[in-house]
């Protein structure tokens, strides 16, 4: 089965523009999280979706948003970029309703920030 | 809020046994993930463990200790393709708060 999609893979972006981000779940799971992965802070939990519904959000300005369709797909939005956003950002699906199991981890988006 | 810690590095020989600690202090606590990542890759899931003890998967076992909020990864056997990192990752409600992450470098 396909796994977690994200699109796109690398981009560069100039400070002050916005960005979205794009992640397609597994077929059947319902949860979409997002994680930015850099070198000095590595996995940070920024939010997570179920049904379209936020449901736990991490410690980052409200610069950064997520939103989640009908089809369980997922965008998240950086706006007013800064040059501390350059990261990987990784989005991860799961069939997990109440906690439980692992999650399923798409490839990334290389976001550079210059 | 969370806070996990693991060893930053382990070095170890093919064919040894390694093991990774990880110990946690949460408010709440459903399970313990255990998350391989490559260089380059993304996090794959490796174990859980929700109840105390051991849990085992090929080459590859997890434990849990509830009462001491500590856990290991155990892999055994060692290959070169296990030099990667390792992030154990504490469940609480439904986020996943991860590890700093621990690079395994295995030798010849």
């Known amino acids: 089965k396909a796994g977690v999609t994200q699109t796109p893979r690398y981009l560069i972006k100039t400070r002050g523009q916005q960005v979205t981000l794009s992640c397609s779940p597994i077929?059947?799971?319902?949860?979409v999280s997002w994680y930015q992965q850099t070198p000095g802070q590595g996995l940070q939990f920024l939010f997570e979706?179920?049904?379209?519904?936020?449901?736990n959000k991490g410690n980052f300005p409200g610069r950064f948003s997520g939103r989640q369709f009908s089809n369980s797909r997922s965008e998240m939005n950086v706006s007013t970029l800064e040059l501390g956003d350059s990261a990987l950002y990784l989005c991860?699906?799961?069939?997990?309703?109440?906690?439980?199991?692992?999650?399923?981890f798409g490839s990334g988006t290389r976001l550079t920030v210059v | 809020g969370q806070s996990l810690e693991q060893p930053s590095e382990v070095t170890a020989v093919e064919g040894a046994i390694v093991q990774i600690n990880c110990t946690y202090q949460?408010?709440?606590?459903?399970?313990l993930s255990w998350y391989q990542q490559h260089d380059g890759g993304a996090p794959t899931f490796l174990s859980y463990?929700?109840?105390?003890g051991l849990e085992e998967t090929g080459r590859f076992s997890s434990f849990l200790s509830r009462s001491d909020s500590y856990g290991y990864l155990l892999l055994q056997e060692l290959q070169m393709k296990d030099s990667a990192s390792y992030f154990c990752?504490?469940?609480?409600?439904?986020?996943?708060?991860f590890g700093p992450g621990t690079r395994l470098s295995v030798l010849p």
């Open positions: 991860a699906s799961s069939l997990a309703t109440e906690g439980g199991y692992g999650y399923t």
């Open positions: 077929s059947g799971h319902r949860s």
């Open positions: 979706y179920f049904s379209e519904t936020q449901r």
């Open positions: 949460t408010s709440g606590f459903y399970g």
């Open positions: 463990n929700a109840l105390d």
């Open positions: 990752a504490v469940n609480e409600d439904q986020n996943f708060v």
